[in-house]
């Protein structure tokens, strides 16, 4: 990551100036670990997607239920995560 010293840490100051460049070399890298999985999960209008059902998530003793839902269309896009789904079977049914 960083820069390793072969000595000891004689002083406080040194051991911070360490720690600030390991810090900044691993957010770099988380940042560029974000962008990629950003990137990776945008979607259109007209893709076909389903739907986790968040609800059913916790609930214990029901690991057989079904937990997605779908496939839809993607409708419209509201924002950058937020959209509007279209059934596939039925496409007047939002």
């Known amino acids: 990551m960083g820069k ?7 002083t406080f100051i040194d051991a911070l100036i360490l720690v600030k460049d390991n810090i900044e070399t691993v957010q770099q890298v988380q940042e560029e670990r974000s962008k990629r999985i950003e990137k990776a999960s945008t979607f259109k209008e007209g893709d076909l997607v389903i739907l986790y059902g968040v609800v059913k998530q916790n609930v214990h003793g029901d690991k057989f239920t079904q937990r997605w839902t779908g496939p839809y269309y993607i409708h419209r896009k509201i924002g950058d995560k937020t959209v509007i789904l279209r059934d596939k079977i039925d496409p007047d049914k939002l």
């Open 4 to 10: 390793k010293l072969n000595y000891p840490l004689g």
